[in-house]
């Protein structure tokens, strides 16, 4: 069991009693309910400020709503989970949509941030003239964890015609801004992809003005300025009036490289029918790393692999974040791409390799595709630690806060609790395992690095 502590200023109490509440017998939790992207984020230093997804929680206590479906007679329906931390409760939207259409009317955010996506509207009068489509709510049933749920389904108009899919929000809370350093992920359709511009997540304008201004993840197989290996779909970043996979002397204009489209090696195709893909920024004058760098996935399985860890192209950096989000759309509302989202988070501060890793393993476990979900059963009668490798994340173990301020979340391996108020009693805050049977007269050992 390895226990990280983050601040000296006061132990975390581990605390295995048998006096507090038992397990019922033969319990059984899913694992996907064990946490989410936006706690190891949260652990790491790099808090989300923005969380969407259709398809389940971010955050392993939330118990909030996902979005909000809109029938064709104009009332709407919030759908949330089936169980706070959990994946989303399909079958609300499906009694509630039954014999009408209905379209995904809002994504919320579950950061707290109040940064809600709504369909985007008009933007460049040469490539997203009008104001775009909100997703047909049942277009895309998957399964996750054994559960149907939906899916965000983009769909292309045109540069001059309506149609497009796609979500904006220009008016926003605590989405990074200037120089500032950000990290953002999302989970895409590796199969469903075009190479028209753009389908994006992430950092976009407020108002399109000068270039630099956006920094989101581009997925599909644009090659009009770099482009990787094979077909694609390629792990790029939409920097405004340039999609990008590596650093270089850049281009800023609309319409191609002047250097010959750019190939990055490095750059491989992530046709997963379910793929990650990461983008780091760091602020110009930072020295922990970057400052641009661009990562993807299979979403079902494995580890990252590394498309670019170095500088932007030239132009592009100091950086000129102005904190818009958008997804689905190019910056100044370029309509002609299509992909399929299912969830994507913009953190403040550029994360770690560790806390990469933690997060593609939360992906991974969550059960992209997995028609069965997979449950772990907690013996109710035990006389020693269960999950104290935390290869389960925090199943087992209770984090109680009784005074003082602090919060926990298991990141590669390792159980880190963050200190932010001291309160009077070293057992203010306690990381608790019920249910240990102890016998009087024998002794016990508990282990633990610290």
């Not at 009008?130 to 899916?151: F, Q, R």
């Not at 994340?393 to 298991?410: D, K, M, Q, R, Y």
Request: aromatic content about 10%; proline content about 3%.
């Amino acid at each position: 069991m390895s226990i990280h502590r983050s601040t000296s200023a006061l132990c975390a109490l581990i605390a295995v009693g048998a006096a507090q509440a038992q397990l019922a017998k033969g319990s059984t939790t899913s694992v996907v309910a064990t946490g989410g992207p936006c706690d190891i984020y949260q652990a790491g230093g790099t808090p989300c400020v923005a969380a969407y997804s259709t398809v389940r929680a971010l955050y392993g206590s939330y118990n909030g709503n996902l979005y909000q479906v809109r029938r064709s007679d104009g009332t709407t329906k919030d759908i949330g989970m089936l169980s706070a931390g959990y994946v989303a409760n399909a079958a609300t939207q499906d009694a509630f949509c039954t014999g009408t259409a209905c379209r995904i009317s809002i994504i919320y955010d579950q950061s707290g941030n109040g940064n809600n996506l709504t369909k985007a509207p008009a933007g460049s009068p040469d490539f997203g003239m009008y104001n775009d489509s909100e997703a047909v709510a049942d277009s895309l049933p998957i399964k996750l964890d054994g559960h149907k749920v939906y899916g965000l389904h983009i769909t292309p108009g045109g540069w001059k015609t309506p149609g497009q899919v796609g979500y904006r929000n220009t008016k926003t809370n605590g989405v990074v801004q200037g120089d500032n350093p950000e990290t953002m992920y999302m989970v895409a359709d590796g199969a469903y992809v075009n190479g028209s511009c753009c389908f994006d997540f992430g950092n976009t304008e407020m108002i399109s003005t000068v270039y630099g201004d956006m920094e989101s993840i581009y997925f599909g197989t644009n090659n009009w300025w770099d482009k990787g290996v094979g077909n694609g779909p390629w792990v790029m970043s939409d920097l405004e009036n340039g999609v990008y996979n590596m650093g270089g002397p850049g281009n800023m204009s609309a319409y191609g490289d002047k250097n010959g489209n750019t190939t990055n090696d490095k750059s491989v195709s992530f046709s997963y029918p379910f793929a990650t893909a990461y983008l780091k920024g760091n602020s110009a004058t930072a020295t922990n790393g970057g400052p641009f760098t661009l990562k993807g996935g299979d979403a079902q399985s494995g580890a990252l692999t590394t498309v670019w860890d170095g500088q932007f192209p030239v132009g592009y950096s100091p950086r000129n974040r102005q904190g818009g989000v958008g997804l689905g759309v190019g910056g100044d509302n370029s309509s002609g791409a299509q992909g399929n989202f299912y969830e994507g988070v913009m953190t403040a501060g550029f994360a770690s390799t560790a806390t990469d890793d933690a997060v593609q393993a939360n992906i991974v476990a969550a059960g992209y595709g997995r028609s069965t979900t997979i449950v772990v059963t907690i013996p109710a009668h035990r006389d020693s630690v269960f999950n104290g490798a935390f290869d389960l994340g925090t199943l087992g173990w209770t984090f109680n806060t009784w005074e003082g301020g602090a919060h926990g979340s298991v990141v590669n391996g390792e159980y880190q609790i963050q200190i932010d108020s001291v309160g009077q009693h070293n057992s203010g805050i306690q990381l608790v395992q019920n249910g240990i049977i102890l016998e009087r007269g024998k002794s016990y050992e508990v282990k633990f690095d610290a």
